[in-house]
């Protein structure tokens, strides 16, 4: 029986049958969690439950059965990862340890809570120093060649055994869960596609991760594509470093056009390193200089009376100021002297206008005075002394 049924009804069907057909997952003998005790160089620690389920994980070419559980994990620094250690164990028909081979898979992250590619895959043409726990259980322990992980990324990394059959190989739980739940994929059970391991309930593998907390760096490439390398390395890739700690997420290297703003208020279209690099300010992933988003510098702004306001150029356009150009104030502006003055009448009277126009009216100009206060002097009035005392009656 293959499929959906099977995998609804694993419990049930795993009997103590010898050579049964295989099945998906298997109770574990029973008994407390494993205790592990924490080592240098731990990056990730599911530690084992021995009452938890045993789940598929491997190849049995009888059968041309081909099952994998894959479990995440997080890691917060930059790591190079060389140990991985993993508990598993026999079932259907077990007498003695069989795996011959061992396949470890790494996949960077793919959809929320699924794997996507593979980044690593290693195989060992032996039992991973197979180690009792209890029978039928089993600690396994692989080295590899030093794996730069990314800090704050999740991976997923599987084990398959390889062996004749009977018996079934499979990855022991750990109690409960961590982060993601474990996934399993098989042709054979009719899921080629990543499925959550457990089913109806929960399962999550037991395995640990130990290596060493590396310095990185976001390393650029000439095609704008970043590498997180160790810091030092970038060279021998061809790139151009970007310093110990950075990171490739966001990209540093390139990116789409945007906008990118200047000092002098002024926008043009560029990817975020260029802009970067004649210290302009980008603003977004394809955003636009229509309509320029770009915040404008004030410069000093001249009016006609002579006054003067630091304001962007478009303001003091609008007010019918004259821009005095890019990086002038109204410290340092020299705002011209106004052409138009308190024009004074024979008769005391004062009006503004400019020279010319004053002068034409036999008046006298007072170039950039006001008419307020009078400035002009009042002339003379004759008059008589009975008009003086009228005053004062
Ligand atoms: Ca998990």
Redesign the pocket.
Known sequence: MKGGLAFLLVVVLAGPAVGSEPVQMHPGPGGDPLEVPSQEGEIWL?VPDLAGNLASSEIIEEYDLDTEIA???VVEESVELTTVVWWGGYWNGYTEPAVTEFMLRIYEEGDECVPGSMIAEYSFPHNCEETVVQEPLFRYQAEIPPLLLRPGTRYWISMIGTHGFPPQWGLLATEG??????VFRSEYFSYPDWIPAGGWFVF??AFALYGEGVATEACCLPDGTCILVLVGTCDAHGGEGQGEGTLCDPNPCHDAAGACCFADGHCEILDRIACASYDGDWVAEDSVCDSNPCPQPRQACCFADGSCTDVPVDACEDAGGTPQGAGTNCNQAACKAPDVGACCRSDGSCAVSDQAECEANQGTYYAGVPCAPNPCVVPVQHTSWGRVKALFR
């Open positions: 599911q479990n995440d994990f869960w961590v982060e993601c739940e474990s999550d593998s």
